[in-house]
T-cell receptor, first 113, second 114 residues
């Protein structure tokens, strides 16, 4: 049973470029969550999605960040016009249903030069 | 708003010694509580969780945690630490509202001396 998959594992972008992070949930999981881990900090919730729906985006920065989870394919976290402060590890988690245990992927480490 | 406090940023123990990592939470209702472990450069692995019932929960790798409502605590314990337990440990609480998001503490870095 494959776990949560994220790619790329490492991503380097220059300021002003776009970053696209992908997350494939575990088989049978229809709920996806994105978290960000800044250096020396814990994980902070960003967004919670089900297929084709954003359920809770209370942790998403108001500008430049967006997320989707289409009917087919992985969930995508998109960061437009990246800045140095976006450098962090971005983790995706999935669960089979509401209020069920979340299983985490290995993360994408984003470095903005 | 819910919050989690892990008062110890770093802990060092000798291999074979016992371990207790502290976690205090703030939440209005009965929380769902979790402990995750993160090895360097890796994702988070679930150690154990508390939803309801018996307040002493057993997890993987010989870990256990006890939910104490009166103290708003969910401390993680292990009777005998192994060198491979060196990692960062995160306590988290789950919202029971519509968001289902996890709120994490800032983590405790565990170092094991041989």
């Amino acid at each position: 049973n494959a776990g949560v998959m994220q790619n790329p594992r490492h991503l380097v972008r220059r300021r002003g470029q776009e970053a696209r992070l992908r997350c494939s949930p575990m088989k049978g999981h229809s709920h996806v969550y994105w978290y960000r881990q800044l250096p020396e900090e814990g994980l902070k919730f960003m967004v919670y999605l089900q297929k084709e729906n954003i359920i809770d985006e209370s942790g998403m920065p108001k500008e430049r960040f967006s997320a989707e989870f289409p009917k087919e394919g992985p969930s995508i976290l998109r960061i437009q016009q990246v800045v140095r402060g976006d450098s962090a590890a971005y983790f995706c988690a999935s669960s089979p249903g509401f209020r069920e245990t979340q299983y985490f992927g290995p993360g994408t480490r984003l470095l903005v030069l | 708003a819910q919050s989690v406090t892990q008062p110890d940023i770093h802990i060092t123990v000798s291999e074979g010694a016992s371990l207790e990592l502290r976690c205090n939470y703030s939440y209005g209702a009965t929380p769902y509580l979790f402990w995750y472990v993160q090895s360097p450069g890796q994702g988070l692995q679930l150690l154990l969780k508390y939803f309801s019932g018996d307040t002493l929960v057993q997890g993987i790798k010989g870990f256990e945690a006890e939910f104490k409502r009166s103290q708003s605590s969910f401390n993680l314990r292990k009777p005998s630490v192994h060198w491979s337990d060196a990692a960062e440990y995160f306590c988290a609480v789950s919202s029971t509202g519509g968001g289902n998001k996890l709120t994490f503490g800032t983590g405790t870095q565990l170092k094991v001396e041989l």
